[in-house]
């Protein structure tokens, strides 16, 4: 079992900044490859990014690419989400993922563990 708990959501300006983080606690968590996902009102849960189990390895939406940027402290057992020139459509509930697999994968079924979740808003 691993237990994802998220933290560092919040209202922001169009622009602005945020840093998600997520803390693992429970079976090995540098075994695990760490994904980000969103879902908006009304919307189906999307990818975000993902970090491998090493931190050498980083995939990203479209979307988000060259403003958000994952990274991962196995020391601390934490992964994190920089958010850089954030806009109004990145606004949803942020969820960390953990996935037992050598390979990034951006599928939520192929994740075995899941956060609550925290809110991110952007107001334009």
């Known amino acids: 079992q691993v237990q994802l708990v998220e933290s560092g959501g919040g209202l922001v300006q169009a622009g602005g900044s945020l840093r998600l983080s997520c803390a693992a606690s429970g079976r090995a968590f540098s075994n695990y490859a760490m994904g980000w996902f969103r879902q908006a009102p009304g919307k189906e849960r999307e990818f975000v990014a993902a970090?491998?189990?090493?931190?050498?390895?980083?995939t990203y939406a479209d979307s988000v690419k060259g403003r958000f940027t994952v990274s991962r402290d196995n020391a601390k057992n934490t992964v994190y989400l920089q958010m850089n020139s954030l806009k109004p459509e990145d606004t949803a509930v942020y969820y960390c993922a953990a996935d037992w697999s050598r390979t990034l994968r951006s599928t939520p079924r192929n994740y075995d563990y899941w956060g609550q979740g925290t809110q991110v808003t952007v107001s334009s």
């Open positions: 970090i491998s189990w090493s931190g050498g390895g980083t």
